[in-house]
């Protein structure tokens, strides 16, 4: 989508599944008596980087210059790239394809 991992973001409907994934209960970040507002929406807890939350913000101002058109064309040309480079692979010696393409991810051995 155009930005690092770290700004990715994982919604699902299932409200501790996140908890129970990345939960470290690092008690040195989550602190009960420095805690002076309501747990229940601190996101540290829940994500993969702990507490790198804010992260998510560089995702959302990408998507709303984007907008879901631009989105989709980025989707779109990944893709036609990842089709490109599979062709490119099989073709040229000293290339070999590993697998057929997962998504847009290609894995290939090149041997010199």
């Known amino acids: 989508m155009g ?13 501790e599944l996140l908890k129970e994934c990345n939960s470290t ?3 040195y970040l ?3 008596d420095k ?3 309501d747990v229940s929406y601190d996101t ?6 702990c507490g790198r ?3 998510i913000l560089k995702l959302w101002l990408t998507w709303k210059a984007q907008g879901n058109n631009g989105y989709e064309q980025r989707v779109d040309k990944a893709f036609d790239n990842a089709r490109y480079l599979t062709e490119q692979v099989v073709k ?10 997962q998504y847009v991810n290609v894995c290939f051995w090149y041997y010199p």
């Open 3 to 15: 930005v690092p991992l770290q700004c990715s973001a994982f919604i699902t409907k299932h409200s």
């Open 25 to 27: 209960h690092a008690t």
């Open 30 to 32: 989550f602190q009960k």
């Open 35 to 37: 805690q002076q507002y």
């Open 44 to 49: 540290g807890d829940k994500a993969i980087q």
């Open 53 to 55: 939350h804010n992260d």
């Open 92 to 101: 040229r010696e000293g290339f070999e394809l590993v697998s057929q393409p």
